[in-house]
Structure formats: structure tokens, C-alpha cells
């Protein structure tokens, strides 16, 4: 049985630095290197939701960009399998200083180059999210 999952949204986050262009990763609770997204609230868009996610999870403000891409995957629930949408947005920040909320299981944070996030992040569909998110900020 397949229904709709609920709607999510996160950022790429990119911080010019001394040594170039930096990109934020999360270790997430499924052991894996990704972007801070979650849930939209009723009533949210995706880009409020971008937003207050990624400050919720990370403790990054910064200026939102366009949506570079969205995705879809499925999940597994008891006896269905529900649908889920994540849009992604560029986000451009000055800071450096990174507050993972372990509470929603994330251990760990890096700031790395374009290279390494790439190598970092496995799933396809996140390398593809990271590639328009850097085409987008050229």
C-alpha cells in the first residue's frame, strides 16, 4: 500500500573561507553524510521550512537561495510505503560555528570543499542535489 508522506525541505549550506568555498554535512542518525532538512509544519512552505530546519538542526542562519532541486524516495512504514518529497535550497551563510542538534540524532558536522562532499555524501540523489546546489551559486 503506498499513501503520501508528509512534505520536506533543507538547504546545501556554502560558506566562502580563507581556503575557498565550504559546504556543511551532517552525520545523521542513519549513520550517513547529508544535508540539515526535515518536515514541513502545516501551513509552511518549503522555504520557511528550509529555513527554520536547517537553524533548528544546525544553528546556521543565513540567506536563502532558490530551489535547486527536488527529490523523491521511499520510505517504509509498518505495512506501506509512503512517498517522500524533499526540496533543496542553496543557502549562503557567514558562519562557522555549527550547533548539531543531537536530539534529532545528529553526531557530527563538517565543513569541507566541494571534493570531499561529494566522496562524504552517498546516496545519488544527494550528489545530484549538491551538483545544482553548486551550479546554482556560480
Excluded: N
Excluded at 554535512?25 to 512552505?45: M, R
Excluded at 535550497?89 to 540524532?105: L, N, R
Amino acid at each position: 500500500m503506498r499513501d503520501s508522506a508528509p512534505h520536506a525541505a533543507g538547504c546545501v549550506i556554502l560558506r566562502a573561507s580563507p581556503e575557498g568555498l565550504r559546504i556543511l554535512v551532517i552525520y545523521d542518525q542513519y549513520g550517513q553524510w547529508t544535508f540539515p532538512k526535515g518536515h514541513l509544519e502545516v501551513g509552511e512552505s518549503s522555504a520557511d521550512a528550509a529555513i527554520r530546519e536547517v537553524f533548528e538542526e544546525t544553528g546556521i542562519r543565513g540567506e536563502l537561495g532558490g530551489l535547486v532541486q527536488t527529490i523523491f524516495y521511499d520510505v517504509f512504514k509498518k505495512d506501506r510505503t509512503l512517498r517522500k518529497q524533499v526540496d533543496f535550497f542553496v543557502m549562503h551563510t557567514t558562519q562557522s560555528t555549527v550547533i548539531p542538534q543531537i536530539s534529532e540524532g545528529i553526531s557530527d558536522f563538517r565543513w569541507v570543499d566541494a571534493l570531499t562532499a561529494m566522496e562524504l555524501v552517498r546516496y545519488d540523489q544527494m550528489k545530484a542535489v549538491l551538483t545544482a546546489a553548486l551550479a546554482a551559486s556560480v
